[in-house]
């Protein structure tokens, strides 16, 4: 399989997922600096000038063509706001397998929007780039993310228990994932709604 997708922005019903923006840089730099956004996250919370330089990073990351590739695309509203940033990471071509991340800040939660951002990202992934599997990992304590994978209809595939030691102290990973088939199957679900419904 070969795979050459360059970025074009993902336009949902309330939600868009589009490249990072220089101007993001203070809505990003308080999202990454949100010691409660960053609880469960692998990294500590970021000064504003770390921030300003994996926004440029990031902002370059346009293309998905070989392991590795990944986006970090922002979240924005309907009015344009900045709300949040995606992850997504191609794991292996041969494979045909991803991973999947979200972050929210906290004034847009509890609306849906991340779960209506990932949707967009595993259309991407099925419907578009034709892979095979998306996962994603997390702190089991994160309730929050727990629940936004079930409502991806991501199956709870492993715990590792106390595998890793992150910020003073052993931690869980939960693993969870979904199938190509598994989503054109729910299709026209509340796991997959249709666009067009
Ligand atoms: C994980 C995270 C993105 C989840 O955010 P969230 O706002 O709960 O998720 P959504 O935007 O999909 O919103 C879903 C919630 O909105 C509610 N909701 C309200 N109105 C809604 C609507 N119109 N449509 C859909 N859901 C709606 C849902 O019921 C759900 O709440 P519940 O989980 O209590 O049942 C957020 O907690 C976060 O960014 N945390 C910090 C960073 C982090 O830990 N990231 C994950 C690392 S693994």
Not at 18 to 46: K, S
Not at 165 to 173: A, C, I, Q, V
């Amino acid at each position: 399989m070969t795979l050459d997708w360059e970025f074009h922005p993902l336009v949902g019903e309330r939600v868009t997922l589009d490249l990072l923006r220089p101007d993001d840089l203070d809505d990003l730099a308080a999202l990454q600096g949100d010691p409660d956004v960053c609880r469960y996250l692998l990294y500590e919370t970021r000064s504003r000038e770390q921030v300003a330089e994996i926004l440029e990073r990031d902002a370059a990351a346009t293309r998905l063509a070989a392991k590795g590739d990944y986006l970090q695309p922002a979240i924005r509203s309907e009015t344009g706001r900045f709300i949040g940033t995606m992850y997504f990471e191609l794991h292996s071509v041969e494979d045909r397998t991803a991973e999947i991340g979200w972050i929210l800040a906290p004034h847009a939660q509890g609306h849906g929007y991340a779960t209506e951002a990932a949707r967009l990202l595993l259309a991407l992934a099925f419907d578009e780039l034709g892979l095979h599997r998306v996962q994603a990992e997390l702190d089991p304590r994160n309730t929050a993310s727990v629940r936004m994978c079930e409502r991806l209809g991501m199956r709870h595939e492993g715990h590792f228990v106390e595998h890793m030691w992150l910020k003073g102290e052993w931690t869980d990973t939960g693993h969870y994932a979904l199938l190509e088939r598994e989503w054109q199957a729910a299709r026209g679900s509340e796991i997959a709604p249709r666009s067009d419904a």
